[in-house]
C-alpha cells in the first residue's frame, strides 16, 4: 500500500497566477499520474509523471500550461500555470505500479477555485 | 478519452436495500477496478477483478465481469448510510508498456436513513 501526501487541500488563487500542487508518497512508486476533476464528472488524466524525464501529457494538455516535477520516486508537483476560471477544479494525485496490475491509491485532493 | 461508462448516473436507495451499478467498456481489457470516492476527496479503491474472474467478493461487496459483453457490475448489499459516495470503475488494457487506468463516468449512490 502507499499513502499519498497532498498539498495543498484547497485553495483560492488570482487569474493569471500560478499553484504548485505537491504529492508526497511514504514509499518508492514507478508510476505517478495527475488527474483533473470537474464538479460531479469523472477523472480526467493530465499526465503521467516520469522519474527523471519529461512527463507523459494526455491529449489537451501541454506542458507550458501544465509543468510536472518528478525529482525521485516518491514525489512530484504539478503546476497549473497562467490560470483562469477555467482551471477551476480538483487534482488529484495518484500513484500505481508499472502495469497497474494492482490497485492505484490516490491522494485527497487540491481543490482549486480560480477567480 | 474516457471509454467506461456506467450506469445509472445516479441511484438513490434506502437503507438496508441492495446498490447495483453497471459498468461497460469498449477495449480488451487486463482487469477491471472499482472506486469509492466521497465528496471530492481522493478515491478509495473496492475491488479489482483480472480479465480470467468472473467473480469476486469483499465483504458486502459484489462484482461480476463479463468479459464477452464488455461489462461488469458492482452490488452493494444491506447499503448503510455510510455508502452515500460516487462510485467509478476504471479499466486497464492489454494493449502497449504505457499502461494508464481509463475512467468510467461514475454512479452517484445515496442511501437515505
Wanted: charged share 15%; proline share 3%.
Amino acid at each position: 500500500s502507499a499513502v499519498i501526501s497532498q498539498k495543498p487541500s484547497r485553495d483560492i488563487c488570482q487569474r493569471g497566477t500560478s499553484l504548485t500542487i505537491q504529492c508526497q508518497v511514504d514509499s518508492q512508486v514507478t508510476m505517478m499520474f495527475w488527474y483533473r476533476q470537474q464538479p460531479g464528472q469523472s477523472l480526467t488524466l493530465i499526465a503521467t509523471a516520469n522519474q527523471g524525464s519529461e512527463a507523459t501529457y494526455e491529449s489537451g494538455f501541454v506542458i507550458d500550461k501544465f509543468p510536472i516535477s518528478r525529482p525521485n520516486l516518491t514525489f512530484s508537483t504539478l503546476t497549473v500555470s497562467n490560470m483562469s476560471p477555467e482551471d477551476s477544479s480538483i487534482y488529484l494525485c495518484s500513484v500505481g505500479d508499472s502495469f497497474m496490475n494492482t490497485e492505484a491509491f490516490f491522494g485527497q485532493g487540491t481543490r482549486l477555485t480560480v477567480v | 478519452s474516457q471509454q467506461g461508462e456506467e450506469d445509472p448516473q445516479a441511484l438513490s436507495i434506502q437503507e438496508g436495500e441492495n446498490a447495483t451499478m453497471n459498468c461497460s467498456y469498449k477495449t480488451s481489457i487486463n482487469n477491471l477496478q472499482w472506486y469509492r470516492q466521497n465528496s471530492g476527496r481522493g478515491l478509495v479503491h473496492l475491488i479489482l477483478i483480472r480479465s480470467n474472474e468472473r467473480e469476486k467478493h469483499s465483504g458486502r461487496l459484489r462484482v461480476t465481469l463479463d468479459t464477452s459483453k464488455k461489462s461488469s457490475s458492482l452490488l452493494i448489499t444491506a447499503s448503510r448510510a455510510a455508502d452515500t459516495a460516487s462510485y467509478f470503475c476504471a479499466t486497464v488494457s492489454n494493449a502497449g508498456n504505457n499502461r494508464k487506468l481509463i475512467w468510467g463516468l461514475g454512479t452517484s449512490l445515496a442511501v437515505n436513513p
